[in-house]
């Protein structure tokens, strides 16, 4: 397939010789000899059975043949030359993809988007929900949003968010579990997380002990639906306040105490540095 491809080599020699109409300037362009660009293209011209220059003084003059091809190469090589621009450096406009876990994109991220949409208003977003971290570098994908403390090292890398985890419910249930006194805490309903027992850190920190055998307990896959449990009044969970800001601003949900427990919450921006959209990060 484009066999006539495997003369590439001399095809550029006669794109540059015809533009300038010299086989010395055109190695002077190619960074070659110019005994490289006659041998090339008279290698080229066998091959053909067509004679595409011609002496003219000092000059080389494209014959009729060389000047349609040559013209043809131009054409040609400038698309190619554009294209490969394009994609080393995209213009900001276009659309940026995202991808996140379910508790920050509705947490944070959509809350806040209309301030990334103020600021540019030519870029449009595509946000994309998932527990996996995609393979960034050669994806669609533009921005990876990742909870935890794994290191990337592979990708541009920046914490944007770090909180610790506290108890969070709602004011109503704060009041009838009679959350004044810490020591109540050790029987009331408990939101956990199925990928770790936070709780355990937390009474620890707190220096109380849980009644477990008393106590009634939820499990949930992520932060979010923990958020929405409380919410509506079943029992306390670990949360970050970063993340809950808008629902502790609105009232929905209180911090009965202040002692927080490990591990902290922490959230990354993850970008391949060499993306060809990477002024959209």
Not at 114 to 132: G, K, N, Q
Not at 160 to 184: G, H, K, R, T
Not at 243 to 253: E, F, I, M, P, V
């Amino acid at each position: 397939m484009y066999k006539e491809l495997n003369h590439f080599t001399a095809l550029r020699y006669v794109e540059a010789a015809a533009r300038h109409q010299s086989y010395s300037l055109a190695a002077q362009e190619l960074y070659v000899t110019q005994a490289a660009v006659s041998q090339q293209i008279r290698l080229l011209e066998t091959h053909l059975g067509c004679k595409l220059f011609y002496r003219q003084g000092r000059t080389m003059q494209p014959t009729s043949q060389g000047k349609q091809l040559a013209q043809s190469l131009s054409k040609n090589f400038a698309e190619i030359a554009a294209s490969v621009k394009q994609i080393s450096c995209e213009p900001l406009e276009g659309v940026l993809t995202v991808t996140t876990t379910q508790s920050f994109a509705s947490m944070i991220l959509i809350p806040n988007m209309w301030r990334f949409a103020e600021l540019y208003p030519d870029i449009a977003v595509r946000v994309l929900v998932s527990p996996a971290v995609e393979d960034i570098r050669h994806t669609e994908v533009d921005v990876a949003i990742r909870y935890g403390h794994s290191q990337f090292p592979d990708l541009a890398q920046e914490v944007i968010l770090e909180d610790q985890l506290v108890p969070l419910c709602s004011p109503a249930f704060a009041e009838q579990a009679q959350l004044s006194d810490i020591a109540n805490m050790a029987h009331c309903r408990l939101v956990y997380y199925a990928y770790n027992d936070y709780w355990q850190n937390w009474f620890d920190k707190a220096g109380i002990s849980r009644c477990s055998s008393n106590s009634q307990w939820l499990e949930v896959s992520n932060m979010d639906f923990a958020l929405g449990a409380v919410i509506t009044g079943h029992g306390v969970c670990l949360g970050s306040p970063k993340q809950a800001k808008h629902y502790l601003a609105q009232g929905l949900l209180v911090q009965p105490f202040n002692i927080s427990c490990e591990p902290s919450v922490r959230y990354s921006f993850l970008y391949n540095p060499d993306s060809p959209r990477r002024a959209r990060c």
